[in-house]
């Protein structure tokens, strides 16, 4: 008894004292205010689904994976309603980035309409208030599994890549400890090694996607399984990519006008795949990344990945209104930014 | 269907966190805060600071106002968020010792939210990651000592990231910016 009364008064004694405490200019709380004063009213879910707690980790992680372009930073990875694998990853940096006035376009390969795509971008919808679209050129907030929209993203646009393996050591050095040493070493010998033997083996560089690149001439990348067309668009860019897997628990980032180099040598040089005598069987569109659709007869069918761009030529063709923006690869397959492509 | 409303709260930290991505994202580009002043301290401490962080700050009110979050108050050479909402000579001694990460963990480097006059005064040079060629800007109420410091400090991929606020304003220099004093 005599240890309660003890602490009881010390209690009154430290709630006295923090009611003399001048509280400055900020709004420090008042011991004395009930509970049920500082609660907020009920809700059945935190906006955008993650709780603040959960959020303030993600945007500290993103801030240092800005600041340290290509840096794999650790963080949490909360359990989400839908298992690791299916773009947990990004769409948790999704969810701690988002805010009422945002427009979110999720693709899956290129496509906004696949399962994937379509299940998240209704989840975020709904536990965020956005409006959706499939307009890269409207959207603020772009997330993607392994695509980059065939229209220029501009500056203030946010591009969230979903990623498998973050590590692009991964298949060289299984243990992370170690890769962690060689991402501080900038020791990438064995990654140069990899696609030395594949040049004596096929006589080209035959990773095809996740193509490893460094990043501020510093950090080796894997920039998400992206084919090697979409490469290209991360260097010196205008928008912001942040890359985040979930169930690695791993997320990194590309700030915008940021030097990306894919790998190769001095006479053996990076290329990206051949669009050329490729059509798009449905608008006619020539040098974008088309989907193969395999014929009965032996032959190939094609039509472009990017289904966003590919409804806004099928509406230019129906004499419809539409804005199109300027692409990263003009109709002649040249990249925008002359030179860096070498041939 | 769940009634998804945005607390107060909430839609402070979003757009406080907003400002911050996008001003580390575009070096020298001032982006605004919802509050200014001291609030605006007090806001970005809300937005980053919790149990999971450490944090040190000169100021008593404001440091306060971090323990109530949460935060626990080290040192400055440990602590990986401080906050200065005036910066003078004095502290350049404290800062000198403030983490810049290792080699293994370079993330693991402070944060500096230092409150300075955005548009006026010293002019800076910028260029690096987010800055397309170069970026000329001004930066008053610092004392010029605190820039040589900073390049002193940063060696890449080590260094600290810093946030300048002015009022309702936040300008990024994350430690891949190189700052020449014109």
Redesign the interface.
């Known amino acids: 008894m005599d240890n309660t009364k003890e602490t009881m008064s010390n209690i009154e004694k430290t709630l006295s004292d923090a009611e003399e405490?001048p509280?400055?200019?900020?709004?420090?709380?008042n011991p004395k205010t009930p509970l049920s004063a500082l609660a907020?009213?009920h809700?059945?879910?935190?906006?955008?689904f993650l709780d603040?707690?959960a959020?303030?980790?993600i945007?500290?992680?993103?801030?240092?994976?800005?600041?340290?372009?290509g840096?794999q930073?650790p963080y949490a990875s909360r359990e989400m309603p839908m298992a690791r694998g299916w773009g947990t990853g990004g769409l948790q940096v999704t969810l701690?980035?988002?805010?009422?006035g945002d427009i979110v376009k999720v693709i899956d390969q290129g496509d906004d309409d696949s399962v994937n795509a379509a299940n998240l971008r209704r989840f975020i919808a709904?536990?965020?208030?956005v409006k959706t679209t499939a307009n890269p050129l409207e959207a603020t907030l772009i997330q993607s599994r392994h695509r980059i929209p065939e229209e220029r993203l501009r500056?203030?646009q946010a591009l969230i890549l979903q990623v498998p393996v973050p590590e692009p050591l991964r298949h060289i050095e299984p243990s992370m400890a170690k890769t962690?040493?060689m991402h501080?070493?900038a020791d990438y010998a064995l990654m140069w090694l990899v696609l030395y033997e594949q040049l004596v083996r096929y006589g080209e560089f035959v990773t095809g996607a996740s193509y490893p690149v460094i990043v501020?001439e510093?950090?080796l990348m894997s920039p998400s399984p992206i084919p090697r067309w979409d490469t290209p668009m991360l260097h010196?860019a205008a928008h912001?990519t942040i890359l985040s897997a979930g169930r690695e628990k791993r997320l990194y980032a590309v700030?915008?006008?940021?030097?990306v180099h894919p790998l190769e040598f001095d006479d053996v040089y990076f290329q990206v795949e051949s669009q050329a005598d490729r059509v798009c069987r449905l608008t006619g569109a020539r040098q974008k990344f088309m989907n193969e659709i395999p014929q009965p007869d032996g032959g190939s069918l094609f039509s472009l990945s990017d289904t966003g761009y590919a409804g806004k030529l099928l509406k230019r063709l129906q004499d419809q209104d539409v804005v199109i923006g300027e692409t990263y690869y003009d109709e002649n397959g040249g990249f925008y930014h002359a030179g860096y492509l070498k041939s | 269907?769940?009634?998804?409303?945005?607390?107060t709260?909430?839609?402070l930290?979003?757009?406080v966190?907003?400002g911050?991505?996008?001003a580390?994202?575009?070096p020298g580009q001032a982006y605004p805060l919802p509050d200014d002043?001291?609030?605006a301290f007090?806001a970005i401490g809300e937005?980053?600071?919790?149990l999971?962080?450490s944090y040190f700050t000169p100021h008593?009110?404001?440091d306060?106002?971090l323990s109530?979050l949460g935060g626990r108050s080290k040192s400055p050479n440990e602590a990986l968020y401080q906050f200065y909402p005036t910066l003078d000579k004095s502290d350049l001694a404290n800062l000198r010792h403030a983490p810049t990460g290792?080699?293994?963990v370079?993330?693991e480097?402070a944060?500096l939210v230092i409150g300075a006059a955005i548009g006026a005064g010293r002019g800076l040079r910028l260029s690096g990651?987010?800055?397309?060629g170069e970026n000329d800007i001004s930066i008053g109420d610092l004392p010029l000592e605190f820039w040589a410091l900073r390049a002193q400090m940063r060696a890449?991929?080590l260094g600290w990231?810093i946030f300048l606020v002015g009022n309702d304003r936040v300008l990024g220099l994350?430690?891949?910016t190189h700052v020449e004093v014109l």
């Not at chain 1, 509280?23 to 709380?29: C, E, H, M, P």
């Open positions: 405490t509280s400055d200019d900020l709004s420090i709380v907020h009213p809700k059945d879910y935190s906006y955008a603040e707690f959020k303030r980790e945007r500290r992680r993103i801030l240092k994976a800005i600041a340290i372009p840096y930073v701690s980035l988002v805010g009422p709904r536990m965020a208030g500056e203030g962690r040493e501080a070493d501020n510093r950090y010196q912001l700030p915008p006008y940021t030097d | 269907m769940a009634d998804i409303q945005i607390t709260q909430e839609a930290t979003q757009q966190f907003a911050l991505m996008w580390l994202s575009y002043g001291l609030s007090s937005t980053l600071v919790d999971e962080t008593a009110g404001l306060r106002y109530q290792s080699y293994l370079p993330d480097s944060t990651p987010g800055i397309q890449y991929p990231d994350p430690r891949t």
